[in-house]
């Protein structure tokens, strides 16, 4: 069903080019006197993105504290101790250098350092007393889009990868540099890419899709696909590439900003939880055969996106299939087992067509032997 309204809600302010952070200094100043930085392992030193912010903060006065460690698909629980750490810091704001894990992570953060005590049913319950301690995101992988996006996905106590989605986490500031991405390893930057490249085909065939999130998408697309074919081929990437990589992942945010995500993220949310699959490459798992549904459930919308970006399903295929690891073997009592987490799931409900858990069922039976 075609929506009778466009609507776009967006309100981070968003820099992105060559030595962005130091440039943001007056804005950077403007969140407070003192700051908790979450990171997760070497990597925001490494690319650079640590040392700039650590600089401008000094430039500006600012005193800071580095809450490293956060691993990637980030506990619930590691964030409630970097939010209790930055109460006792007296922070005025939360910072998160590094990938999506570390960007989702701050922004849970910010929330449990504002509500002293939350524990992970009272961040989960959205009836926060306060609101969240103000954002700071520095992105250094191209895939998520969480600089743009109001979601935070952790990792529950139960092993199970759960959003907390909120207008109130929208950052108050995101910077993104493209150098700092051409530190990421060869792996990375395919899982991450492709990662992007499901955010703007889901959205783009979502149900909620608009005319926002239509360009939104179709834009990420035209960014994303020639550089992630170029390395997926065995090409390697230059400073352009890495640049319309990044671009390209902030325009998949914006378009699932307004749509969120369809099955391929939440059915491969479990190949993530149960094997390890890194997030990107889970989804792609399901990426083709949902462009190859979603075409045929709204065939008009499959043909604009062939005219606008020269995708369709057989080129799709191709790119994935260069791409993908091993897939991991499921049985089939498992999957029956699972099943029922797909049963009116809202985002498996956002995917254009039919696709009730008999349809999940077909999509996981490809694991088995
Ligand atoms: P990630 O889980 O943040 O992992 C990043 C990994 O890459 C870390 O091991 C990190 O190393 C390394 N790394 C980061 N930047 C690097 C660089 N510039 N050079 C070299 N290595 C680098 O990866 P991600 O794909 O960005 O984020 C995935 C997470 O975001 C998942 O939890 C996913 O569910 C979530 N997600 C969120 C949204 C949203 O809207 N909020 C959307 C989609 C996905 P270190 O060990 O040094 O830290
Ligand atoms: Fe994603």
Not at 257 to 277: A, D, R
Not at 345 to 357: L, M
Request: one cysteine or more; proline letters at 5%; hydrophobic letters at 40%.
């Amino acid at each position: 069903m075609t929506n009778t309204y466009s609507s776009f809600y967006m309100p981070a302010r968003v820099r992105i080019g060559e030595g962005a952070v130091a440039s943001c200094a007056g804005e950077i100043a403007s969140l407070g006197r003192r700051c908790l930085i979450l990171t997760g392992g070497p990597s925001a030193k490494n690319c650079g993105a640590l040392g700039d912010l650590e600089r401008t903060l000094g430039e500006c006065g600012i005193s800071y504290s580095v809450f490293e460690g956060i691993k990637n698909n980030p506990p619930i629980e590691s964030c409630i101790a970097a939010g209790r750490d930055a109460a006792d810091f007296g922070a005025d704001f939360i910072a998160g250098v590094g990938g999506g894990s570390v960007l989702d992570a701050a922004k849970a953060a910010a929330i449990a350092a504002a509500n002293p005590g939350a524990d992970e049913a009272y961040l989960y319950s959205k009836k926060w007393e306060h609101s969240p301690l103000p954002i700071l995101l520095v992105g250094t992988t191209a895939g998520t889009g969480s600089e743009v996006t109001a979601v935070s996905v952790l990792t529950d106590s139960h092993g199970r990868k759960k959003s907390i989605n909120d207008p109130r986490i929208f950052a108050s500031l995101s910077i993104g540099d493209p150098h700092y991405t051409a530190s990421m390893p060869r792996t990375l930057t395919l899982t991450t890419a492709v990662d992007a490249l499901s955010h703007c085909l889901e959205s783009y065939f979502s149900r909620k899709g608009n005319l926002f999130s239509h360009d939104f998408a179709m834009r990420g697309i035209n960014l994303i696909l020639r550089p992630l074919e170029k390395i997926a081929f065995g090409g390697e990437l230059d400073a352009l590439d890495r640049t319309c990589l990044y671009e390209g992942s902030i325009f998949g945010g914006l378009a699932i900003s307004v749509t969120g995500t369809c099955f391929p993220h939440n059915v491969g949310y479990y190949l993530t939880e149960k094997y390890g699959v890194p997030h990107g490459f889970a989804c792609a798992f399901f990426l083709p055969e949902y462009c190859r549904h979603s075409a045929e459930a709204e065939p008009g919308l499959a043909e604009a996106l062939y005219r606008f970006t020269g995708l369709n399903y057989e080129r799709l295929e191709k790119l994935v299939c260069a791409i993908l690891p091993d897939a991991p073997i499921l049985t089939e009592s498992e999957i029956d087992g699972v099943l029922p987490r797909w049963e009116n799931n809202s985002t498996v409900n956002n995917s254009p067509g039919y696709v009730g858990t008999d349809y999940i069922k077909s999509l996981l039976m490809k694991f088995t032997n």
